[in-house]
């Protein structure tokens, strides 16, 4: 019975060698089975890395280094249009300063260009023999004296003092307009507003409109002149004061007046046409007169139907407008 154990023992002994051996055979078998396989190329494996690619990845992909191919070209060209043309300047060195000290000195000729860097006082005068083109501002401290100014654009000045100003075209005014001496308008003017003057001479006045006057209207002109009628009787006198357009004659009766025309009066300038003329009788003696009127375009006649009384005076008022 001691011994059956041992045999037990030596069973399995046997046992694991023959499993180890088996299992190392089966390694042996898979290192072999790798080892035998063949190798692949790289190309084949670049064929089969595209054949796994998505056809829309590969036109992004295209897309995108179209795009980087067309800003680089892009970019290139910029900098070539971007090239600035170079201008030959010369520098105002300390020697030619020290020649620009004597009477008259050149720098340079019409083909170079002078560039001055820093600020520039002149204390006498400077001449330019040819046009002169300003980038800035011209700031003038001074007076300007110009023989002609040509201005393409609008200007602004604060304050225009000329001896004479031609304009051909219109004028606006914003403003007041004040004219120290006459004015003179060649052709018609529109007013919006009113007109305010001491004084307005016209040789013609149209108005489409009333005429309104707040005080007198006083009818200037020279005196007429007149000529004694039959009608005055006597040593009979007559007198005329005021214009063309209105005055009073004055009528002193002599010893045994006739009837008929007192008085004519002349007008100092005649009428276009003839003129209507009114006359009214002054004081009680001319009232019982049965008074008339002959009239022209140069002159009017004051005459009655009935002899006045002898030694009477009284007047007549006129008044005449074409």
Known sequence: MDNKPEENNELDTLEDPGTVVENE??????????????????????????????????LFILIL??????????IQRNKKADVETTINTQPLTKETLEQLKGSEAK??????????????????????????DVAGTIKVGGSLSLPGLTVSGESNFDQ????????????????????????????????????????????????????????HLDAGGGTPGKVNGGALGSGGTSSVSGTDTAGTVQINIGGGPPAGCFVTI??????????HVIVTPVGGA???????????ASSFSICSTNAASPGTSFSFDYMAVE
């Open 65 to 74: 280094v179209l795009t980087g191919a067309i800003i680089f070209v892009g």
């Open 266 to 275: 002349y007008f100092t300038n005649s009428f276009n046409a003839t003129p």
């Open 160 to 215: 225009i003092q000329a001896n004479k100003l031609s304009v051909s075209g219109d004028v606006s005014i914003q403003g007041q307009l004040t004219v120290q001496k006459n004015l003179t308008v060649s052709g018609g003017g529109s007013f919006g507003g009113g007109i305010s003057a001491p004084v307005v001479s016209t040789q013609s006045l149209q108005i489409s409109g009333d005429l309104q006057f707040s005080r």
């Open 25 to 58: 055979q089966q390694k042996t078998g898979g290192d072999n089975a790798k080892a035998d396989k063949p190798k692949v190329s790289f190309a084949k494996r670049i064929q089969g890395l595209v054949s796994h690619l998505n056809i829309y990845l590969l």
């Open 107 to 132: 720098v340079g000729d019409p083909k170079q260009t002078l560039s001055i860097e820093s600020n520039a006082i002149f204390t006498g005068k400077v001449l330019f023999r040819d046009s002169i």
């Open 286 to 296: 001319g009232g019982g007169l049965n008074y008339y009127v002959d009239r022209s």
